[in-house]
């Protein structure tokens, strides 16, 4: 059974920084893309970033691109989101998630397996 576990949300000010992780067990996780999607209160969840299974390219979506980095440790099968000058429009919960085997990690419909969030406040 997969399983995600997100950590490492939290409060921030405005500009700051986070770093969330993931740790994924019940899989194989290296030949898997994964991704970190957010959402907010009545909205839908929203892409954040993907990277593929192999780890050497990602994809952002374009409210995080150049402030996030997605990255991936195969050996210890967690996953990261370093996440650089927040703002309060950033503030959402992050959820891991566990996308197609040896896939890219770009398509929101291949992610099937979902990890229970962890919140990100950001103040400003």
């Known amino acids: 059974q997969v399983q995600l576990e997100e950590s490492g949300g939290g409060l921030v000010q405005a500009g700051g920084s986070l770093r969330p992780s993931c740790a994924a067990s019940?899989?194989?996780?290296?030949?898997?893309?994964m991704g970190w999607f957010r959402q907010r209160p009545g909205e839908e969840r929203e892409f954040v970033s993907g990277?593929?299974?192999?780890?050497?390219?990602?994809y952002y979506g374009d409210a995080v691109k150049d402030r996030f980095t997605i990255s991936r440790d195969n050996a210890q099968n967690r996953l990261y989101l370093q996440m650089n000058n927040l703002r309060t429009v950033d503030t959402a919960k992050y959820f891991c998630?566990?996308?197609?085997?040896?896939?890219?990690?770009?398509?929101?419909?291949?992610?099937?397996?979902w990890g229970q969030g962890t919140q990100v406040t950001v103040s400003s």
């Open positions: 990277i593929m299974w192999g780890g050497k390219t990602a």
């Open positions: 019940g899989c194989t996780f290296s030949r898997f893309a």
């Open positions: 998630a566990r996308g197609s085997h040896y896939g890219l990690g770009n398509t929101r419909s291949e992610y099937t397996h």
